[in-house]
């Protein structure tokens, strides 16, 4: 059986990429401290009985259009919500709350607990906040965000409420995964592998949008077209963006990246 170590390698493919990480710190802590400081954050609340499952919402300026639930990436082995508080700014700015959730990590979890994990999470959230709900989330975020769309794990009601679910660099089959040295941590069996696995579930009745960077590794670009082909989703490949830089656009709530997922 082939090694995909190498295919699903990130970093060592991204020129700077040991800079993000402290980046993503640096303006994710920036901005949480301005929201905070003009009384639009509130952080660390609870969905769960253990301390990674909470998460910390940011609200607009007067009234709002929903929700969007940021959901973070890490091949659920790393990072949790403050890396990435930044990338509310954009649906903030546009009117809409923005939660971001941790969750739980594997070895410590699987994969399948987590995918329950932010189902709870949504349920939560949706109970603080009325109106839409955008779920987005990025590789492994991606994954979780796309389990959320086939509705399995939510009430028919709460579903309803999704208005767009768009899964950025997704995991979306993760039977390659038991072909990395990372499956020591995520046990997945084939059988698990199949079970967690979007690409392989029906086409969910919420509106759906793929989205990838056009310079990620082939693998990734490969998921996202498995998750897009199978489910008849709209797939964009974002021109000269890669693993780490794709996701920047959801600070920005002028980018088309905001406008398909708020707007489209």
């Known amino acids: 059986m082939k090694n995909l170590d190498d295919e699903y390698a990130n970093a ?28 639009q954050a509130e952080l660390d609340t609870a969905y769960g009985d253990t301390d990674r499952q909470c998460f910390d919402l ?6 709002h259009k929903g929700v969007m639930i940021f959901v973070h990436g890490g091949f659920w082995l790393n990072f949790d919500k403050s890396y990435w508080s930044h990338l509310a700014q954009g649906a903030v700015e546009k009117g809409w709350y ?46 979780l965000v796309a389990r959320m769309a086939v509705g399995e794990l939510l009430p ?18 993760l039977r390659p995964l038991r072909q990395t040295k990372m499956n020591q941590y995520f046990c997945l ?12 579930m029906h086409r969910p009745s919420c509106n759906v949008h793929v989205w990838v960077g056009a310079e990620e ?20 490949l974002a021109p ?9 656009a959801l600070s920005d709530p ?11």
Request: contains cysteine; charged residues 20%.
């Open 12 to 39: 060592t493919h991204i020129p700077g990429a040991d800079k993000f990480v402290a980046r993503w710190e640096r303006n994710a802590a920036d901005f949480r401290k301005l929201l905070s400081q003009r009384g």
């Open 58 to 63: 940011f609200a607009p300026k007067g009234s």
């Open 98 to 143: 923005a939660a971001l959730p941790s969750y739980d990590l594997c070895p410590t979890v699987r994969i399948h607990q987590i995918t329950s994990q932010i189902a709870q999470a949504v349920k939560v959230i949706s109970t603080r906040i009325s109106g839409p709900l955008a779920l987005v989330g990025h590789s492994a975020g991606g994954h």
């Open 156 to 173: 028919k009601a709460l579903h309803a409420r999704i208005a767009k679910a768009m899964p950025i660099s997704p995991l979306a089959d």
């Open 189 to 200: 069996s084939d059988s698990d592998a199949m079970a967690e696995s979007p690409a392989l």
């Open 217 to 236: 590794r082939a693998a990734f670009i490969d998921q996202a077209r498995w998750l897009s082909d199978a489910w008849g989703a709209k797939l964009t």
């Open 240 to 248: 000269e963006k890669h693993h780490f830089d794709v996701i920047e």
């Open 254 to 264: 002028t980018s088309d990246m905001v406008a398909q997922l708020l707007d489209g």
